[in-house]
């Protein structure tokens, strides 16, 4: 515990006085002070001139990070006869209908990622107090409802990132790993920023974006200039 707290000093005392940095500066200061001992995720948070309490003011979408997010995402598909099997072809990690349902009742979510086809909605309705809190409950609007199974579970593992604002106004994801070239964050983390920009809600007043810093699991976080970051 002793040397994690040396290296998190040492971590802040490099980000001290840096603030507002471009892009490419802030993903080279978080690679240069994570020295975990196991490969850290780069994670984004925004914050956001939203009050998530107003319908209106919710923010919600996906991208498909151009790089992947390095992180392996297990994947549930609700469907049955040729579209189970056509996402167990796809690469589903679990498939099932009602079974898995009773599943995920007792008390077993072994997935970061839940897709249904529309005619199994019925079904997973019913986990709606389950999976609705932890971000997992499929949604047309994000593809994650769907009859092009295949095409869904592809996406998800491929490394598309689901986006929702919490209570606060604040968005953040895991954009990638520390063992990534300092291009391919830079690449991922402007493509998830254009995302959250582009998903502005029509209830948004005043500045949208307000702020945006990086930081990696176990480092201390730096501030990006919104400018830089939605350039181009």
Same mark, same amino acid.
Request: charged share 25%; with cysteine.
């Given at each position: 515990?002793?040397?994690?707290?040396?290296?998190?000093?040492?971590?802040?005392?490099?980000?001290? %006085?840096?603030? $507002?940095?471009?892009? @490419?500066?802030?993903?080279?200061?978080?690679?240069?002070?994570?020295? +975990? /001992?196991?490969?850290?995720?780069?994670?984004?948070?925004?914050?956001?001139?939203?009050?998530?309490?107003?319908?209106?003011?919710?923010?919600?979408?996906?991208? %498909?990070? !151009? $790089?992947?997010?390095? /992180?392996?995402?297990?994947?549930?598909?609700?469907?049955?006869?040729?579209?189970?099997?056509? +996402?167990?072809?796809?690469?589903?990690?679990?498939?099932?209908?009602?079974?898995?349902?009773?599943?995920?009742?007792?008390?077993?979510?072994?997935?970061?990622?839940?897709?249904?086809?529309?005619?199994?909605? !019925?079904?997973?309705?019913?986990?709606?107090?389950?999976?609705?809190?932890?971000?997992?409950?499929? $949604?047309?609007?994000?593809?994650?409802?769907?009859?092009?199974?295949?095409?869904?579970?592809?996406?998800?593992?491929?490394?598309?990132?689901?986006?929702?604002?919490?209570?606060?106004?604040?968005?953040?994801? %895991?954009?990638?790993?520390?063992?990534?070239?300092?291009?391919?964050?830079?690449?991922?983390?402007?493509?998830?920023?254009?995302?959250?920009?582009?998903?502005?809600?029509?209830?948004?007043?005043?500045?949208?974006?307000?702020?945006?810093?990086?930081?990696?699991?176990?480092?201390?976080?730096?501030?990006?200039?919104? @400018?830089?970051?939605?350039?181009?």
């Amino acid at each position: 515990m002793a040397n994690v707290g040396k290296r998190l000093r040492a971590a802040r005392d490099a980000f001290r %006085g840096r603030e $507002n940095l471009s892009v @490419e500066d802030a993903v080279a200061l978080v690679k240069s002070n994570a020295t +975990a /001992k196991f490969d850290e995720t780069v994670e984004v948070a925004m914050n956001l001139g939203v009050d998530p309490r107003h319908a209106d003011q919710m923010v919600r979408g996906v991208v %498909g990070l !151009p $790089n992947g997010t390095g /992180k392996s995402v297990r994947v549930a598909v609700f469907a049955r006869d040729a579209k189970a099997e056509e +996402a167990k072809v796809a690469g589903a990690d679990i498939v099932g209908a009602e079974d898995l349902m009773e599943t995920v009742q007792a008390g077993t979510i072994a997935f970061d990622r839940c897709i249904a086809t529309p005619d199994m909605m !019925p079904v997973v309705g019913r986990l709606g107090k389950v999976l609705g809190p932890r971000n997992l409950m499929p $949604n047309p609007k994000l593809g994650t409802v769907t009859v092009d199974v295949t095409t869904a579970v592809k996406a998800a593992k491929g490394g598309e990132v689901q986006f929702k604002s919490e209570k606060a106004g604040v968005v953040h994801a %895991g954009i990638g790993k520390v063992s990534f070239d300092e291009a391919q964050l830079v690449e991922n983390v402007r493509a998830f920023v254009d995302a959250v920009a582009k998903a502005k809600p029509a209830g948004a007043k005043g500045t949208y974006l307000q702020k945006i810093a990086i930081s990696s699991t176990m480092g201390p976080g730096v501030t990006i200039s919104v @400018e830089n970051a939605t350039a181009g």
